[in-house]
């Protein structure tokens, strides 16, 4: 099959899951969110069991969408692949709040832990993104696995394309209201990064990291209690 005919039919695909969310994505009430258990179920790469997906939620490439058991989606909230290659994987009883955005970026793969809470307007968007079991993501956060190239100031930023590394958050994280947290970063095990903090650079495990840019003022954990980890330089 050639490339453009490749290209047809996800075209085709795609048109096809986005006339079916739209059938039933707005209906209210328990009529609605059963209808959507049973369409959803032929569209999405996988739909767990006790899924509730509230009216208004948005999917674009919903076959590289995996929803684990329990999960919550609230109401606008808006899960988007960058193309049939990418792919969303929210584990079991993973709940998105109200207006959460997930987007991949080209032959993206984002990840979502089980148990994770994702806070209100809360943005995650990149191409390698993932995150923890059992983390609490307050609401406003934004978290993205990308940079725009701007290194030829005679080039618009817009056509100077991206840079990518990835965003690695581990289990049992607390990140309050507003941090941002940008590419390259990995936030170790147990952290919290306190309210209005940008993350610039690794926080290591078991850390209180706040301000801007984000340092460690404190530690739920020391590194002597860790003996796998050595005290940050």
């Known amino acids: 099959m050639s490339k453009s005919n490749r ?5 085709e695909s795609v048109k096809g899951e986005g006339f079916l969310i739209a059938l039933v994505g707005w209906m209210p009430l ?11 179920r032929f569209i999405f790469g996988r739909l767990g069991r006790s899924v509730r997906i509230n009216p208004g939620v948005e999917f674009i490439c919903a076959q590289g969408i995996e929803l684990g058991h329990g999960v919550k989606l609230d109401r606008g909230a808006s899960l988007r692949n960058h193309g049939p290659r990418g792919r ?3 584990g079991n009883e993973v709940s998105l709040d109200m207006g959460v955005m997930v987007k991949t970026h080209i032959q993206g793969n984002i990840c979502i832990g089980d148990r994770t809470y994702i806070g209100p307007y809360t943005c995650l968007s990149g191409q390698t993104l993932s995150i923890g ?11 993205y696995a990308n940079n ?5 100031p005679d080039t618009p930023i817009i056509l100077q394309g991206a840079t990518y590394k990835g965003i690695t958050i581990e289990d049992d994280c607390w990140l309050g209201c507003g941090v941002k947290v940008l590419d390259g970063v990995t936030i170790g095990r147990g952290s919290v990064i306190g309210a209005g903090s940008v993350v610039t650079k ?10 801007v840019p984000a340092k460690v003022v404190s530690w739920r954990k020391k590194p002597s209690e ?3 980890l050595q005290a940050p330089i």
Not at 30 to 40: C, D, E, F
Not at 148 to 152: L, R, S, V, Y
Not at 202 to 211: C, E
């Open 7 to 11: 290209s047809s039919e996800a075209a």
């Open 30 to 40: 328990s009529i609605g969110r059963l209808l959507r258990q049973v369409v959803y």
């Open 88 to 90: 969303i994987r929210l």
């Open 133 to 143: 079991e059992d983390c609490l993501i307050a609401s406003h956060c934004g978290i």
């Open 148 to 152: 725009h190239a701007f290194a030829e």
């Open 202 to 211: 690794n926080i290591p495990p078991y850390a209180i990291a706040v301000g």
């Open 226 to 228: 860790l003996p796998s």
